[in-house]
């Protein structure tokens, strides 16, 4: 079939577009365009051209694949170069969406009319680039800058009737869009909607102040930290408000290129594909079981996030807790979370009432007994979560699922306190959970493929992006935490500073420094942690006590005001003491302080994230390069920007990242072994190449 079909509705001509599932801009769709464009053109019996989408939507934009590709023709600036010189005028009619590429073919018609549900939007700058068929050029004349500016940075979708508000959609359907958007033609053909050149407007773009782009800039400098497209965006829509349509358009073809060949864009085109690869397990073909209710035990801040995360979705949930004060505690949590949600205005109020409604609370187990999903999520000690677990084991109905929220513990282990360990899996949610998206679904040795895809199945429905891990210590997030925070510790017993390892990620493009997330995360939650791990831990290897030392002060982190900070409100502020103490266990150990450059500490930093990572590659624990990245850009704040770690070191060279870690590892001993998989890898180039490889 072919990608564009063209008909005749008496003088008006139909293109409409079919290249399932959303009439992405392929050569294919592009050839046909221009053909049905030339042909409406030549046809003397033609007086208007209409363009509607086939299926479900209009078309929801470029071709994702084609990005950083040479273009095929007719590409889109040529078909938009023909549609604005088309003598014949034409109406987009959009229905379902309207994005990127597929926006601005609608903006280059003349007019536009949407089905009121329709989207459309500028989602760009979510791969690191920016409108390249004009966008910054059209929102400005239409819409006015500032709204242009919001729109083409934020990448978020604009719903039909706001859009007909700001004067991008010119008409709103009333019934079938197609006849409605034939109607427009004939009012256009007759002269009841006059003839107008888009181009050529300056009724919004006309005496405005410059100050509205340096105040715009200014308000997003931090969080753009990194990023080439969003200044680029800015650029080009200050440039449409003293520039002529084509000299504007001209300097965004230029800034797009730019972007659509920088590092941050593959970065990002890269997680875009990582995310949706994550999903996909070769060896589960098994069909999930329906979960309509859920129980979650606990009702800290943990258990009440992952409450509203069901709710959320539509779920019936049942909180359980041992008494009715941590129940109460819990619920008020929960009331306050959706509370604050309204007051910013990303809830509405309607639906955090209908969220909190699909929330009971219970002392009593016998609650849990009919519920399809069961999820533990009490303190983290491997005692307390068997024990619950044989209670889950008493009361759950066959077939239910039960689920563990350890961040590190082994989920095997849980299980085998069950009759029915295949019905076990590790759900580990990361704080707050009811908004991180990340969710780690770790599948234990008796994990039966039918709980692991209920377990995916549960996570589409919650929105989250699910990684799945295999049952190793701290699964993939917290052992390359691990890893890469010890080697952190000794470079403070080695000459650095808790400052200045937090400034060197902050630059790098963390949100928050090692330190400064350990405060908040609370200096004692993790102390209890190694105080376990410490029992088992071989004497022979290292070991930096600075963070023992400072728990033993009573130095909890934000709770106590002091932690590797001092804290005034939520603000961290250097402490001496807390260098004059390292200092003192540097002495201790016999350790010569000496400056260590800030391109020291970053390499030696993410290097252990990477050479840890390429051991849980190939160890089997991770799937994919590209599962690693993912857990790290949506859950432990790597910046998108750069990839992920395992995406940083190919890019930086697999080759240098070997032999870096070689050296280390002849400096500074066992914990820098090189991974085997890191040498197959940079012979290579490729971490997946490598373990295909095997």
């Known amino acids: 079939m072919s990608a564009v079909s063209y008909t ?48 479900t939507t209009f078309v929801a934009g470029a071709d994702i694949k084609d990005f950083g590709k040479p273009y095929g023709e007719p590409s889109l600036y040529a078909i938009i170069d023909a549609l604005m010189a088309s003598p014949k005028p034409v109406i987009a009619a959009i229905h379902g969406s309207a994005f990127g590429g597929g926006l601005e073919l609608a903006l280059a018609c003349q007019w536009r009319i949407a089905s009121p549900d329709a989207q459309i939007g500028q989602p760009e700058i979510m791969l690191g680039l920016m409108p ?49 958007a034939l109607a427009m033609a004939q009012d256009v053909v007759s002269g009841a909607l006059p003839a107008r050149r888009l181009a050529e407007s300056t009724d919004k773009i006309r005496s405005v102040d410059p100050t509205l782009f340096d105040d715009f800039r200014k308000k997003n400098a931090r969080r753009w930290k990194g990023q080439l497209a969003p200044w680029k965006i800015v650029d080009c829509v200050e440039a449409a408000c003293r520039l ?16 659509e060949h920088s590092p941050q864009s593959r970065a990002l085109i890269h997680l875009f594909f990582a995310e949706r690869a994550a999903g996909k397990l070769p060896d589960v073909s098994a069909a999930p079981r329906s979960v309509a209710s859920v129980g979650v035990i606990g009702a800290g801040t943990m258990g009440a996030g992952i409450a509203m995360s069901f709710a959320n979705a539509g779920l019936s949930v049942t909180l359980l807790d041992s008494s009715d004060e941590a129940l109460t505690r819990g619920m008020k949590t929960i009331a306050g979370n959706y509370a604050t ?13 209908a969220g909190l409604a699909r929330i009971s609370a219970t002392t009593d187990d016998a609650a849990l007994a009919d519920v399809d999903l069961i999820v533990e999520a009490v303190f983290e000690s491997m005692e307390i979560k068997q024990s619950v677990f044989r209670r889950l084991d008493a009361v759950a109905k066959p077939g239910a699922i039960l689920a563990t929220n350890t961040s590190t513990l082994d989920v095997d282990a849980i299980a085998g306190a069950t009759s029915r360990p295949q019905d076990v899996v590790g759900l580990h949610f990361f704080s707050p959970a009811n908004v991180m998206r990340l969710l780690e679904v770790v599948r234990g040795p008796r994990t039966s493929p039918e709980t692991l895809a209920t377990a995916m199945a549960v996570a589409r429905s919650l929105r989250k992006i699910a990684v799945v891990s295999g049952n190793a210590h701290g699964f993939i997030g917290n052992r390359i935490l691990a890893a890469y925070g010890r080697e952190a510790d000794f470079l403070l017993e080695e000459g650095a500073t808790p400052s200045q390892i937090d400034r060197v990620l902050t630059d790098f493009g963390f949100p928050m420094g090692l ?3 350990r405060d908040m995360a609370g200096l004692d939650v993790i102390w209890r942690i190694r105080q376990q791990e410490n029992l088992t831990r071989p004497a022979h290897l290292r070991y930096s006590p600075i963070a023992d030392r400072i728990c ?33 266990v540097s002495a201790q150990l016999g350790i010569v302080r000496k400056e260590i450059p800030d391109a020291e500490v970053l390499q030696r930093l993410l290097c252990a994230m990477a050479n840890e990572g390429a051991r849980i590659l190939d160890e089997g624990v991770a799937l994919r390069a590209g599962d690693i990245d993912v857990v790290y850009a949506n859950g432990y704040g790597f910046p998108a920007t750069r990839g992920g770690p395992m995406w940083w070191a190919r890019e930086t060279g697999l080759a240098s990242i070997r032999d870096a870690v070689a050296a280390y590892h002849r400096e500074h001993g066992e914990y820098w072994t090189p991974s085997p998989l890191l040498a197959r890898a940079a012979a290579c180039g490729d971490w997946d190449a490598a373990l295909d490889a095997v």
Request: net charge negative.
């Open 132 to 180: 390249g068929g004009g966008g910054t050029q059209w929102w400005p004349r239409l819409a006015g800058p500032a709204v242009a500016l919001e729109v083409t940075t934020g990448g978020k979708p604009v719903a039909a009737r706001q859009a007909h508000e700001w004067g991008v959609i010119d008409r709103l359907a009333d019934g079938k869009l197609l006849e409605d």
């Open 515 to 517: 330190y400064a997330m």
């Open 244 to 259: 002529s349509f084509d000299e504007g358009f001209r300097l965004e073809k230029e800034a797009f290129r730019e972007c």
């Open 552 to 584: 033993e002060m009573g130095r909890f982190g934000h709770k106590t005001g002091r932690g590797y900070y001092l804290y005034d409100g939520r603000i961290p502020t250097p402490d001496p003491e807390i260098e004059t103490l390292i200092a003192g």
């Open 341 to 353: 949600s309204v007051s910013r205005g990303s809830l509405p109020q309607a639906r955090a009432d």
């Open 8 to 55: 005749r509705h008496g003088d008006i001509a139909v293109a409409t577009v079919n290249n399932p599932p959303v009439n992405a801009l392929s050569l294919g769709m592009r050839q046909g365009l221009m053909q049905a464009i030339e042909t409406s053109r030549a046809d003397a019996g033609v007086q208007a051209l209409v363009i509607i989408g086939g299926g």
